[in-house]
């Protein structure tokens, strides 16, 4: 670290909150980003390995010449008039099934998940909520109620289910039945269940895409005892499990969807959609209006990401250069240690291995190679890998390569040791 | 209207959430800004008479170049050291009392002021909180609840108090003794008061400046009773009274203030500043992150606000263009009924009218001429004129002009006649 950056994290201390965290031990100055690179303020480069914001690549000049255009024209709120905000609102409902026809835009996906709570709970009257065991669905005080990753446990209105182990149908059908006695539960104790909160690939759960279905059959459940099913699409949606929504790859309809991260690349948008009737019972009692959410330089911003998947066929890529990305970390990971186990779908792959202290030094020694990712799930012990969707597959081969080496270097960490 | 805006209009209700509302009977639709001046689709320009949030202008060009030129470089998040970030944090706290040290950001006013509630909850273990009578301070769950001016009620954690009337010593006195009262009140019923949240201007109880000292009465109050107050300076904020913070007029240093709107010029950014000890008890049991809050190009933007503001002296042109405006609505409303109330806090003014249909006919009035402006406070007969800071004398001559001739157009409907 040279004096420059050890002097900006000093100063970084003194002034941002102390809740606020940094990567790595050493923090790495990030200064300028171009597609799937990144540059530190030492001029060192790094194959960008983990920001599914920037999807379509960082500062990708399609998005970037969108925002600086509108925001040189117009940047308003919706209490007036602007065809952008139909138009995005209408291409997004275009993207989902015909039922999810209605849009409500806000600026993260926090807020988002925010206003679906509150929607549903107007809806349905009722305010019991099932999330995953690590959930993490934001950090508004209602949502952070039901976020348990973030180590502050939940309301007395929320129950938690264990995320499917090993990819098997039965755990599938498990996870299903939970779900079904987690609203007994909530039933029984005064709070019936309005929803099913579920993160559309479990990210914070540590990558649960299988198997395939397990939301469906969860969904059937908590509509039956009344609910509905919210899928978070902040983590999965826009193309990055190798189909535009991962709630597809179950094949269940949701009744809301909240989106977020890589829907602005970066530029603060987020939203809601849902089905028309469970948005009326607030607009029966209530306004909703959000200063900066659906103003037109962010539609603008929107609009540029969904043209830009379309343009360069983002999804098909992520579909195709995912699987090389998959199949590559399971041949190193099984070089290394047969017993790892390694999750995958489209460009997002998890790794689970022994202990965080193991996640954390592969994380350090893909940095020292020039590739960035970082740990999540239980224990902090699950490798997330996820890098821009623009990514290639020399920049897949080169990051499978540095995970081959910094596995190697774990020595006596063992990467499946301590399981 | 023309056919392509009813269209417009009928798409948007059909995508777009049955909640959202529009300005006026007959919508406008803005497609262009700068400065003070709107453009409409069909090519009318109006003089924006109502919107606080582009405070420096319509795509004032200083912020967008900052914003184009920042999204082309570098959009990331604050979990990589970034200088621009520690910049515009050191900024901002060195506009502040000293005490308040700290920043954390977020995208909105709403997340802010979710966020203080939080921060402030852990602080001090309680979870009461007073607020005024039409307060608005956002829409998550949590502020939702205590934004009796949305219409569903408030909170059993939340007292609700009624805002000084007619500006009176008295009647600020008044205030800070109902403020002692409703933190009796939560201590007796099990919720001992967090904290008093109070917009600095009470905009949404229809601008309520004076008396001078109010506010730290109040402050006073709540202190004593173990709570802190927290100045919601997403309204006032950023020179709209004259002084940089609203806080300011009434000599009191807040122990939190939230911040948004104008603080990015429509660019999605907000944040609180509090005392560093506030901070450390929610740091002690989690972390914070906010995907979008404090990036780059979002940090760009806040700096560029804090450039303007600066070299364009736009606080000292609030406090000035603020008394001609002031005392030409005072002239005009004076002309058509003396009974009238007006009240006015830099470049913001409050016109009290008899009702509310009697506003919104003023409202339409004003849009015939060529002036945008609208409705608040209770009953929503009050006209809220708040123009960018940007407007200069010939603008503050044009705007009360088309004030007189809209209220001498309201004849039978009569300024005073109901009150």
Chains 1, 2 share one sequence.
Not at 305 to 322: I, K, P
């Amino acid at each position: 670290m040279t004096g420059g950056t050890g002097d900006l994290a000093a100063r970084r201390a003194a002034v941002l909150g102390p809740a606020y965290r940094l990567f790595y031990a050493e923090p790495v100055e990030i200064v300028r980003g171009e597609g799937v690179w990144l540059w530190d303020a030492q001029g060192r480069r790094y194959l960008d390995g983990y920001n599914n914001v920037a999807s379509v690549g960082h500062a990708n000049p399609t998005v970037v010449e969108a925002i600086s255009r509108q925001a040189g024209v117009l940047n308003t709120h919706t209490r007036y008039l602007h065809p952008l905000v139909v138009e995005y609102a209408e291409r997004l409902v275009a993207t989902m099934p015909a039922g999810l026809d209605t849009v409500m835009f806000t600026c993260t996906g926090s807020e988002a998940n925010d206003l679906a709570l509150r929607l549903v709970t107007m809806a349905t009257g009722r305010s019991g909520v099932i999330v995953t065991r690590t959930a993490y669905h934001g950090v508004t005080a209602a949502i952070a109620a039901l976020s348990p990753s973030l180590g502050l446990g939940v309301g007395p209105h929320v129950r938690v289910v264990d995320p499917p182990v090993g990819g098997t149908t039965a755990e599938g059908e498990r996870f299903a039945r939970d779900v079904a006695e987690a609203a007994d539960e909530l039933a029984g104790a005064g709070h019936p269940v309005a929803a099913l909160l579920v993160d559309s690939v479990l990210s914070s759960d540590g990558l649960v895409p299988d198997p395939v279905g397990f939301l469906e059959w969860a969904a059937r459940e908590v509509r039956s005892a009344g609910g509905v099913f919210i899928a978070d699409e902040v983590q999965a949606g826009f193309g990055r499990t190798g189909r535009m929504w991962g709630f597809e790859r179950h094949g269940v309809e949701p009744d809301v969807v909240t989106l977020g991260k890589p829907m602005g690349n970066g530029h603060p948008l987020a939203g809601v959609v849902l089905r028309r009737e469970l948005a009326e019972p607030m607009a029966a009692r209530t306004r909703y209006f959000n200063t900066f959410g659906g103003n037109p330089v962010s539609c603008a911003a929107g609009l540029a990401v969904l043209d830009v998947v379309a343009r360069d066929q983002l999804v098909e890529h992520s579909a195709r250069c995912g699987r090389r990305l998959s199949e590559g970390v399971r041949e190193v990971a099984s070089r290394h240690d047969g017993g790892v186990e390694v999750r995958g779908v489209g460009l997002y792959v998890a790794v689970e291995l022994a202990s965080g202290e193991a996640a954390s030094a592969v994380v350090d020694g893909m940095r020292e190679r020039g590739v960035l990712i970082a740990a999540t799930g239980p224990g902090g012990r699950v490798l997330k890998i996820r890098p821009p969707l623009v990514i290639d597959d020399s920049g897949v081969d080169l990051l499978v390569g540095a995970l081959d080496e910094s596995l190697a270097e774990l020595g006596g960490l063992g990467v499946n040791a301590g399981s």
